[in-house]
């Protein structure tokens, strides 16, 4: 989050509490957007609107920083999922590199696969019966 989704969130928390405390002054605004912008700078600005819309809908109070910054949790099955996608792109990307530096059989080894099918035919055809 940055400073000036700080202030954005600022304003939607007065929006829902008339008693939030925004300073007029814009020195002194400057400085609660820095202290709160320090705690909330690794938080993403969805996470804390979510954050706000849920507090709002429960609490009578504005909310603190900490309240703010909780990461919801997430489910078995969103863990399950996530684990999964994971895993799987992991796996594509070994493949893609796989693909990069893979090198083809040599003419000798061709040659020796041919002859070990064409015998492989021949003994087939010859034994069959119907």
């Given at each position: 989050?940055n ?12 929006y ?6 925004v ?11 820095s202290?709160w ?85 021949n ?8």
């Amino acid at each position: 989050m940055n400073k000036a989704e700080v202030m954005e969130l600022f304003q939607r928390i007065k929006y829902r509490y008339a008693m939030f405390q925004v300073p007029n002054e814009l020195q002194k605004l400057k400085e609660m957007a820095s202290d709160w912008h320090e705690s909330l700078k690794d938080v993403p600005y969805e996470i804390t609107k979510e954050n706000l819309l849920r507090h709002a809908a429960t609490e009578k109070y504005p909310p603190t920083i900490s309240d703010l910054c909780r990461v919801p949790e997430r489910d078995q099955s969103t863990l399950y999922h996530e684990h999964m996608k994971a895993s799987t792109q992991e796996h594509l990307n070994a493949l893609n590199e796989f693909e990069k530096t893979a090198v083809g059989p040599t003419p000798g080894q061709r040659e020796r696969v041919r002859e070990i099918l064409e015998r492989g035919t021949n003994r087939n055809t010859t034994t069959t019966k119907y």
